[in-house]
């Protein structure tokens, strides 16, 4: 069972472009969370979704960030019109259930946008 | 709000000696988990160890256990007979008891000297 992927790996963008980042949960898993960790810094949540439906995006930037989890593929997160303040790792998590249930979350290896 | 503060930005360790990482959290639940988390330099988020709160035994994994203090709200990593591997940033976090929103400490560098 292959962990959560998340692509690209690094992400390079120059300031006013648009980031996409993508995150594959594990099979199994309905439950989609994105970490945002700015450097020397923990990770701060911005949302949590499920399969069609956002259920807490209250750590999500008002502006130019949104998110997604289709019925059929992976989750995006998109950042449109980026600024230097963008770059960071965003992470990707996910569980079968709420964790508050006894499932952990499982990590992806993260996105690391630089943004030029 | 729920915080959570680790007070240590860095330690050091000598290789096979125990080390503990510090941690405190502010809430007014009282039903919720608490986990440490390693996060080496390929930057992977790794599960260490899991707390739950209604339970007054300590969770250990291993070379790894935990001091709950759960009137204090505190939430100790003791990492025994260390070794090279465990150097890497570790994290605490706190779990709300709704939905899958974690609330991550300011980590900890541990530095293991062979």
């Known amino acids: 069972n292959a962990g959560v992927m998340q692509n690209p790996r690094h992400l390079v963008r120059r300031r006013g472009q648009e980031a996409r980042l993508r995150c594959s949960p594990m099979k199994g898993h309905s439950h989609v969370y994105w970490y945002r960790q700015l450097p020397e810094e923990g990770l701060k949540f911005m949302v949590y979704?499920?399969?069609?439906?956002?259920?807490?995006e209250s750590g999500m930037p008002k502006e130019r960030f949104s998110a997604e989890f289709p019925k059929e593929g992976p989750s995006i997160l998109r950042i449109q019109q980026v600024v230097r303040g963008d770059s960071a790792a965003y992470f990707c998590a996910s569980s079968p259930r709420d964790p508050f249930l006894g499932s952990p979350l499982h990590f992806g290896n993260g996105t690391r946008l630089t943004v030029t | 709000a729920q915080t959570v503060t680790q007070s240590q930005p860095e330690m050091s360790v000598q290789e096979a000696e125990t080390v503990t990482l510090s941690c405190t959290y502010d809430t007014s639940e009282s039903d919720y988990y608490l986990f440490w988390y390693k996060q080496p330099p390929s930057r992977q988020m790794i599960l260490v160890i899991r707390?739950?709160?209604?339970?007054?035994q300590n969770a250990t994994e291993n070379r790894f256990s935990v001091n709950f203090q759960k009137a204090a709200k505190s939430f100790s990593l003791k990492i025994s007979d260390s070794q090279l591997g465990d150097a890497a940033m570790y994290f605490c976090a706190y779990l709300y008891n709704q939905g899958g929103k974690l609330i991550f400490g300011q980590g900890t560098e541990l530095s293991v000297k062979p």
């Open positions: 979704l499920q399969k069609e439906n956002i259920i807490d």
């Open positions: 707390q739950e709160a209604y339970k007054q």
